[in-house]
């Protein structure tokens, strides 16, 4: 094997395989609108946002503040971190963004402090 060479998948180290039938992009690629999402680069790093709108390679993020439902951020994918919690953003004007993302932000903060 060459040097830096990594034996994936085949249950010697490297890469675990997938549960048959699953492929592996599917199984990662599980955006949705209303999540929550975190800048993972740029000047706006490690600001959470709600994702607003959803094409193939871009996300359009909103914070209900600078980043309006008629302005949204639009960011590829790479650079966003998901985090796992959904809200229902159908009905929701900038207000009602702002209250989700701070309600997040305070519930972010009690759990840093019981640790």
């Known amino acids: 094997m060459q040097k830096g060479a990594q034996n994936r ?8 395989e997938c549960p048959k039938g699953v492929d592996r992009e599917e199984e990662m690629d599980r955006w949705e609108i209303g999540m929550l999402a975190r800048s993972l680069a740029g000047h706006d790093k490690d600001r959470v946002y709600v994702i607003y709108s959803l094409e193939e390679a871009y996300v359009y993020l909103v914070d209900g503040e600078n980043r309006t439902r008629k302005k949204p951020k639009k960011k590829k994918k790479k650079h966003v971190q998901l985090i796992r919690r959904k809200y229902d953003t159908a009905q929701a004007d900038d207000i009602k963004i702002k209250r989700i993302l701070k309600e997040y932000r305070t519930q972010e903060r009690g759990m840093k402090e019981e640790s």
Do not use: D, T, V
């Not at 998948?9 to 675990?16: R, S």
């Open 9 to 16: 998948g085949n249950g010697q180290g490297g890469i675990p």
